[in-house]
């Protein structure tokens, strides 16, 4: 049997696998991904690196954390100052508009030495990381069409900018240890600094804890007191990332292959426009006639304000109030009808027909005569009852309204007009009129000096206590007589107490003003 199944075998071999009967293929090496280009870092952008980390800690501390007065001055200072060195030496031309921003960020830094008010100093807040952003973006794109272009701009230079490039603040450090003499040696020892503050500042607080020798010891050496070692770790933790925003706003600003370029814009804005004309003039015509009809039936109402009259049926305080607020909102309204149009309209900018010019210079004059109304309104209210900051700032808003629909009649006529660079440089202007003012002194002072004069019934001691510093450092300069009328001369006395609880409330203006002015009490 055996021998059969051999010759079987031999006659008929079996079959082989396909992978039997041929050799394998060679196997095709991988080709290798390209080396990812090597980013080389300037001087100036690794000192910027370090020096953001810094500014990082000191916005938390100074802006965030502290009461803001000299030393958050002293930040946008320091901040303002190397945003122009790194621009400068990254061999970008500062433009005469550029200059301009520069003298903005410097002169407003100063509000928060000035004023003691702080909703203003948080506006300004605001304001100064808005114009730092568009500072910056001016660098990569033209100023004018960063400022013509304001809706497009502003989200890249507070958003897009500061978070585009976060990582490089990281690289721009991590290249400094490839570098030879100082800059390694820097590098190694900040490194080195970073990784030893968190642990000694956590043993030293746990030191304190366990000991009081310790605590007062450290206390006395660091002049810090050892319960507040911890809050600087987290202040400095917090500070890391506001550190890499800070230096991706820099560093997008001369590397950035994303800018503002004029004919996108334009795209953007006529991709906008897809509401037929002959619908907005529609819609917006019964508006304009209910406006004329509004005016008419009440126009001897609305020219009370102008002539200084009381409305019959009506108190001072009735009158202002029923009416300024109402044409305020309507004046918003208006504002944002007109805008609408003029944003939405399949027919609109450089050719915009003279229908839609016509309706937005009706609208516009409408606004203007309710505005005037308001604000006489107001000033006649304010004339019987004094100054209070609600009266201040709405009264302020009017103001800016009026320039606002000014400059959009300017517009209907002056195509070429770069609005948004006109809006911006009076809105500056504004905003510098409301912060410089100290409107808190300004309140007091007239609410005072009205009711020493006789022409106020009485001074609203309750309203002085919402106020801030300004409002006390104005009544510093007044006499004790002027004082005793007034009901405030203790009051003064415990404000000036009360600027001894915290030394960071002692770092503005009106501080230094009440603690000379007033005597202290033996």
């Not at 079987?8 to 196997?27: D, F, G, M």
């Not at 980390?53 to 320091?78: D, K, N, P, S």
């Not at 516009?364 to 009852?385: E, N, R, W």
Request: proline share 5%; net charge neutral.
């Amino acid at each position: 049997m055996e021998n059969q199944n051999n010759n079987y075998e031999n006659i008929y071999p079996p079959l082989q696998s396909p992978s039997e009967q041929l050799p394998p293929p060679p196997a095709m090496p991988l080709p290798e991904p390209p080396p990812k280009p090597e980013i080389k870092y300037s001087n100036i952008e690794r000192i910027s690196a370090f020096l953001c980390m810094i500014l990082g800690f000191l916005f938390v501390r100074f802006v965030f954390y502290h009461t803001t007065g000299l030393f958050t001055t002293i930040f946008y200072w320091l901040f303002t100052t190397l945003e122009v060195i790194f621009v400068k030496k990254s061999e970008n031309e500062i433009s005469k508009g550029n200059k301009f921003m520069i003298a903005v960020l410097y002169l407003f830094s100063c509000v928060f030495t000035i004023t003691a008010n702080v909703l203003l100093k948080n506006l300004t807040v605001i304001f100064l990381i808005l114009v730092s952003g568009l500072f910056l973006l001016g660098v990569s794109s033209p100023l004018n069409l960063v400022l013509k272009f304001l809706p497009q701009a502003i989200p890249l230079a507070s958003i897009a900018m500061p978070f585009a490039e976060t990582n490089k603040c990281f690289g721009a450090i991590n290249s400094s240890h490839k570098s030879k003499g100082l800059w390694k040696n820097l590098g190694y020892i900040l490194g080195g600094l970073a990784i030893a503050l968190p642990l000694t500042a956590l043993v030293a607080a746990l030191l304190c804890q366990a000991d009081e020798n310790m605590s007062a010891l450290l206390g006395k050496f660091l002049k810090i007191p050892p319960e507040n070692m911890l809050i600087l770790v987290f202040h400095a933790l917090i500070g890391i990332p506001i550190g890499c925003l800070i230096f991706s706003s820099f560093y997008s600003s001369t590397h950035w292959s994303i800018v503002l370029d004029a004919d996108t814009c334009e795209q953007k804005a006529i991709s906008k426009r897809f509401i037929p004309n002959m619908i907005l003039y529609t819609a917006v015509t019964p508006i304009c006639i209910l406006y004329i009809l509004y005016i008419i039936s009440q126009i001897n109402y609305f020219m009370g304000g102008f002539m200084g009259v009381l409305a019959e049926g009506y108190t001072y305080a009735e009158y202002a109030r029923k009416g300024f607020f109402e044409l305020c909102i309507v004046c918003c309204i208006n504002f944002l009808v007109i805008t609408s149009m003029s944003k939405y309209a399949k027919i609109t900018a450089s050719e915009k027909p003279l229908v839609l010019k016509i309706y937005s210079i009706y609208l516009c004059f409408c606004s203007l005569f309710l505005s005037g109304t308001a604000i006489a309104k107001m000033i006649l209210y304010i004339q019987y009852y004094g100054m209070t900051r609600m009266r201040i700032y709405t009264t302020w808003f009017m103001f800016l309204l009026v320039i606002g629909f000014v400059i959009i009649i300017i517009q209907q006529f002056v195509a070429k007009l770069n609005a948004g660079k006109v809006a911006f440089i009076a809105f500056t202007m504004m905003f510098g009129l409301l912060c410089f003012s100290r409107p808190d002194a300004f309140i007091t002072r007239y609410n005072a000096n009205q009711y020493l004069s006789g022409n106020l019934e009485n001074f609203d001691t309750y309203m002085l206590r919402d106020l801030s510093w300004d409002a006390w450092a104005t009544l510093s300069f007044y006499d004790s007589n002027d004082l005793e009328k007034l009901g405030e001369k203790e009051n003064l006395q415990t404000q000036k107490e009360l600027l001894g609880i915290d030394f960071y409330y002692q770092l503005n203006l009106s501080a230094w003003e009440i603690l000379l002015n007033v005597e202290s009490e033996s």
